[in-house]
């Protein structure tokens, strides 16, 4: 399988806007790698586009993606859909305002999470109503797992208050591919599908020291509710049996330039940072 990181940033973008901070500055004069967008994901195999920030358009142009067949999101926080109008951009045709019809994207989604899709709305209404009408996209909703081409995709939720983030499993001739990259904790490491993968794409938690501003995370925090640690979430995928680790949601007040994720991984030996564009193949 192939995947490329079309975002590696989390909340807030890097360079963040009217922020003059080191880090920030630093990625306004450099850009890629130390430039950071919005959290997505492609796997070239089956075209798929995993979550839409509000920088996909340019991410997929960045990328020189030259198909999107099919969609899924991980969760609805802002920054995992707040471009979601991407979907209109790729697939409309304006002399009918309906879709060019080989350009309609298959939304693949796991039932708990196609029911909340209502919430996604314009002031027209329901955003996705809308699509579909329009036939700019095809919903298919699943419970478990279903097959896109030659992947086998698993759906595997992670429940916090009123809120289901998901964590999704690739399977293709024997590789797998576990995607975890926000909102995983607590992660449901009881799930044997989530074991041994060859590439575990997640998170890295929340980094103790060396923050912005000097900030200490209180006990108490709420970021503590959904993020572990740093150690935690290396701890979590040694028991796991993780043979690759990508951390991706890279966020800014974490404080930390490109050049000081490279400079940590390489205190392991299964450990990358990704950055915008980094293309892997498992």
């Given at each position: 399988?192939?995947?490329?990181?079309?975002?590696?940033?989390?909340?807030?973008?890097?360079?963040?806007?009217?922020?003059?901070?080191?880090?920030?500055?630093?990625?306004?004069?450099?850009?890629?790698?130390?430039?950071?967008?919005?959290?997505?994901?492609?796997?070239?195999?089956?075209?798929?586009?995993?979550?839409?920030?509000?920088?996909?358009?340019?991410?997929?142009?960045?990328?020189?993606?030259?198909?999107?067949?099919?969609?899924?999101?991980?969760?609805?926080?802002?920054?995992?859909?707040?471009?979601?109008?991407?979907?209109?951009?790729?697939?409309?045709?304006?002399?009918?305002?309906?879709?060019?019809?080989?350009?309609?994207?298959?939304?693949?989604?796991?039932?708990?999470?196609?029911?909340?899709?209502?919430?996604?709305?314009?002031?027209?209404?329901?955003?996705?109503?809308?699509?579909?009408?329009?036939?700019?996209?095809?919903?298919?909703?699943?419970?478990?797992?279903?097959?896109?081409?030659?992947?086998?995709?698993?759906?595997?939720?992670?429940?916090?208050?009123?809120?289901?983030?998901?964590?999704?499993?690739?399977?293709?001739?024997?590789?797998?591919?576990?995607?975890?990259?926000?909102?995983?904790?607590?992660?449901?490491?009881?799930?044997?599908?989530?074991?041994?993968?060859?590439?575990?794409?997640?998170?890295?938690?929340?980094?103790?020291?060396?923050?912005?501003?000097?900030?200490?995370?209180?006990?108490?925090?709420?970021?503590?509710?959904?993020?572990?640690?740093?150690?935690?979430?290396?701890?979590l995928t040694k028991r796991i049996k993780a043979k690759q680790v990508l951390f991706v949601h890279l966020e800014e007040y974490w404080n930390r330039s490109f050049d000081d994720y490279f400079d940590l991984q390489k205190k392991y030996d299964n450990v990358i940072f990704a950055y915008d564009?980094?293309?892997?193949?498992?």
């Amino acid at each position: 399988m192939d995947i490329t990181i079309l975002g590696s940033g989390g909340c807030a973008v890097i360079p963040k806007p009217i922020c003059d901070c080191p880090i920030c500055k630093e990625a306004r004069e450099k850009g890629s790698p130390y430039a950071r967008t919005g959290p997505a994901a492609f796997i070239h195999d089956e075209n798929l586009l995993i979550d839409t920030p509000a920088e996909i358009a340019m991410q997929l142009n960045m990328a020189n993606i030259e198909a999107v067949d099919n969609l899924m999101l991980t969760h609805l926080d802002p920054d995992h859909v707040e471009g979601i109008r991407v979907i209109e951009q790729i697939t409309l045709d304006f002399r009918t305002w309906e879709a060019y019809p080989d350009k309609q994207l298959r939304l693949v989604l796991p039932g708990m999470l196609a029911n909340r899709l209502t919430d996604i709305q314009s002031v027209y209404g329901p955003l996705f109503d809308y699509y579909e009408m329009q036939g700019f996209v095809k919903s298919s909703r699943f419970n478990y797992g279903l097959s896109i081409g030659e992947i086998r995709i698993t759906a595997v939720p992670v429940f916090h208050d009123t809120q289901v983030s998901y964590i999704y499993v690739f399977e293709k001739h024997g590789k797998k591919i576990v995607y975890a990259p926000c909102d995983i904790k607590p992660f449901p490491e009881e799930r044997q599908e989530l074991w041994d993968a060859d590439l575990l794409v997640i998170q890295p938690g929340i980094f103790e020291d060396g923050l912005k501003h000097d900030f200490v995370y209180p006990e108490d925090h709420i970021s503590r509710t959904t993020l572990y640690t740093f150690e935690q979430t290396l701890a979590l995928t040694k028991r796991i049996k993780a043979k690759q680790v990508l951390f991706v949601h890279l966020e800014e007040y974490w404080n930390r330039s490109f050049d000081d994720y490279f400079d940590l991984q390489k205190k392991y030996d299964n450990v990358i940072f990704a950055y915008d564009g980094l293309h892997l193949t498992v």
